[in-house]
């Protein structure tokens, strides 16, 4: 039987939760699920990654993964950067 690199990867995922790392970190697709729809994607956090401005992240082998711990910090850390991802437009003042 031959298995294709997708039911590879899903079964490898599948696994990796039940470890006790599984229990400490999550990857990016885990911590993607952990979020509201819509709120988060594994794009935007590769994004965050490149600009050095999102949650703390460490590889193991190839895969990025975040501390549990680390990330609900870097929630309450920027708690209303969440909740308000456009910038704030100041009113210019008249001379």
């Known amino acids: 039987m031959v298995q294709t690199a997708a039911a590879t990867k899903a079964t490898q995922s599948a696994s990796y939760s039940e470890t006790p790392l599984g229990k400490l970190f999550l990857t ?4 993607v699920k952990e979020f509201p729809p819509g709120v988060l994607s594994v794009r935007k956090l590769r994004y965050w990654r490149a600009m050095r401005i999102g949650p703390p992240w460490s590889r193991l082998g190839r895969t990025i993964v975040y501390e549990r711990e680390a990330v609900a910090d870097w929630i309450k850390r920027n708690q209303l950067n969440l909740q ?3 910038p704030l437009i100041r009113k210019r003042r008249r001379p």
């Open 84 to 86: 308000r991802e456009q």
């Open 28 to 31: 990016e697709a885990q911590l």
